[in-house]
Nanobody
Framework: QVQLVESGGGSVQAGGSLRLSCAAS???????????MGWFRQAPGKEREALAV????????FYADSVKGRFTVSRDNAKSTVYLQMNSLKPEDTAMYFC??????????????????WGQGTQVTVSS
């Protein structure tokens, strides 16, 4: 069983920064050389959207246009942790942020139906 735990959310003023962490655990996650990890968010009344994905083996990344240049996804495989550095935050970034993983991946996935395990989410609130 794989568990994902997000942390680092909070309240920040527009223009500020936050770094989210997603700590993965469980035999299913650590047994694979590479997994695809993704960050998603869901604002009230809106559909969940993909923001950034990373392959933990190759380091390859991909971003949504809405966050490209502001958000950076990275990983620390020794800690089984993936990060989302969020800079220049805007009020429209306010949402619940989730991480998710597709195990044993040689590449990247984007659509949420391909992600097998999800964290519980961490709230990010950006005030103007």
């Amino acid at each position: 069983q794989v568990q994902l735990v997000e942390s680092g959310g909070g309240s920040v003023q527009a223009g500020g920064s936050l770094r989210l962490s997603c700590a993965a655990s469980g035999y299913g996650y650590t047994t694979h050389r590479s997994n695809c990890m993704g960050w998603f968010r869901q604002a009230p009344g809106k559909e969940r959207e993909a923001l950034a994905v990373i392959n933990t083996g190759t380091g390859e990344t991909f971003y949504a246009d809405s966050v490209k240049g502001r958000f950076t996804v990275s990983r620390d495989n020794a800690k089984s942790t993936v990060y989302l550095q969020m800079n220049s935050l805007k009020p429209e970034d306010t949402a619940m942020y989730f991480c998710a993983t597709h195990l044993d991946s040689g590449g990247l996935f984007w659509f949420e139906e391909y992600f097998e395990y999800w964290g519980q989410g961490t709230q990010v609130t950006v005030s103007s």
